[in-house]
């Protein structure tokens, strides 16, 4: 993609200029996360938007490479498409994704000086966040995985009913979380400054945590973590205060988070009790797409009430907890048999959220042909989660944790519960 950029900086100045119109069936679907839809429906598109929308649909199937030639036969053929908001939110994506982060600065900057009309206050205010943090990397070296097949390791589950696994680095040795629903792997300041971490000072970054607190962050590169036998190499942490891992007046706290960055480059992960197994190169897959991958997070498509759905896989998630899309579709439904109840949330530092939610008892999902039952579903009626109004939900532990297998497959696009 570093040919199209250098192209785009001299095709056009900072000035507005008009977008190529996209199909608006494949827009909407694709807006809507519905990728296997997308796929199929695009196969009879003659229009040169074909490149883009099967280039998104392979961006999502964690295949950033194979997504960035299709954008770079689409510069190609159609140089007006370059003016889109959309074809430089993929460039920013795939740059991300393959951890080419002075691209990723690039694409981002570009879409901060053109498109701010075409971004919501919010978007623009995450793509300046954005910007802040792929400019304090993006002349460092990126994320290496040493190769590996087959590798298991202990994990138990801690307080949070949250799966940990050993994490060494600098001749230090502790708990991580293991979460594939964490964007940006994680750490403490002080727990940064002992493993030996690249702290690079000078941005100021700002982080909503799971807790829901904002934190002003720092960017830091872990120049080598061992987890079991595998050897990670220049990965990248956001540094959060001590405080803001810290719970119930320090009864509980998370040390760091090993994300998506690293969970994604995994293979295929089976979770278990007492042991996390990653796998690379597997074969003789039979299991359906359900399992589709944008903006640093899984989404998995889930059937309820005969209706395909996206919803965000939180492994590190205690609870499921279902938005106001959700609520909007099934409302007849819930407020006829829902009850009204408050939940309280604890975050860092003791303090606590309280909301009114409805309540649904047993209630049943199918991933593929599988059955799957939420004993108690929690609907926040009034807000959107933070995937905004396409997304319907948070998939969290009250599901996962029913079975003795979990398996995430970043390779082959499944999720899988024996």
């Not at 690039?106 to 498109?115: I, M, P, T």
């Not at 597997?282 to 889930?302: D, H, K, Q």
């Not at 959700?326 to 009850?339: G, P, R, S, V």
Request: glycine share 4%; charged share 20%; hydrophobic share 35%.
């Amino acid at each position: 993609m570093k040919k199209s950029l250098l192209i785009i900086s001299t095709l056009f100045s900072l000035t507005a200029f008009t977008q190529v119109k996209l199909n608006p069936t494949l827009n909407e679907l694709a807006k809507q996360h519905q990728y296997p839809q997308l796929f199929e429906k695009n196969k009879s598109n003659k229009s040169n938007d074909k490149y883009y929308f099967d280039a998104l649909y392979y961006s999502c199937l964690n295949q950033p490479k194979q997504s960035n030639d299709l954008l770079k036969q689409l510069a190609v053929k159609d140089k007006e498409f370059l003016k889109n908001i959309e074809y430089w939110k993929l460039v920013n994506e795939n740059s991300v994704k393959t951890f080419d982060f002075n691209q990723a600065y690039k694409a981002s900057k570009y879409l901060v000086d053109n498109f701010k009309k075409d971004l919501t206050e919010t978007e623009y205010e995450e793509e300046q966040n954005n910007l802040r943090i792929w400019n304090a990397i993006k002349n460092k070296p990126i994320q290496r995985i040493q190769s590996f097949t087959n590798v298991s390791i202990p994990a138990h589950k801690d307080l949070a009913n949250l799966t940990n696994i050993e994490v060494i680095a600098n001749n230090v040795t502790t708990n991580f979380v293991f979460d594939t629903g964490a964007g940006l792997n994680c750490i403490t300041e002080s727990l940064a400054k002992q493993m030996g971490f690249q702290i690079i000072n000078g941005e100021t970054i700002k982080a909503i945590s799971f807790t829901g607190a904002s934190n002003e962050v720092k960017v830091g590169i872990a120049p080598k973590l061992t987890i079991g036998n595998i050897v990670i190499e220049n990965t990248i942490f956001l540094i959060f205060p001590d405080n803001a891992f810290t719970f119930g007046e320090g009864l509980y706290v998370i040390n760091g988070i090993i994300g998506f960055p690293v969970a994604k480059e995994l293979g295929t992960i089976t979770f278990e009790t007492d042991k996390l197994t990653f796998s690379k190169n597997t074969t003789n897959i039979t299991e359906n797409p359900n399992l589709f991958f944008e903006s640093l997070r899984p989404i998995v498509m889930l059937e309820y009430q005969k209706q395909l759905l996206p919803f965000n896989l939180d492994t590190g998630a205690q609870n499921s907890m279902f938005s106001k899309p959700f609520f909007d579709l099934f409302t007849k439904d819930i407020t006829a048999k829902a009850t009204k109840v408050s939940n309280t949330t604890s975050s860092a530092g003791a303090q606590q959220k309280t909301k009114e939610l409805y309540q649904l008892e047993n209630q049943t999902f199918k991933l593929n042909k599988q059955s799957l039952t939420l004993p108690k579903m929690l609907i926040d009626y009034q807000n959107n989660d933070v995937y905004g109004p396409y997304n319907y939900g948070n998939i969290g532990q009250d599901i996962l944790s029913q079975y003795k297998k979990v398996i995430i497959s970043f390779e082959h696009n499944y999720l899988k519960l024996d």
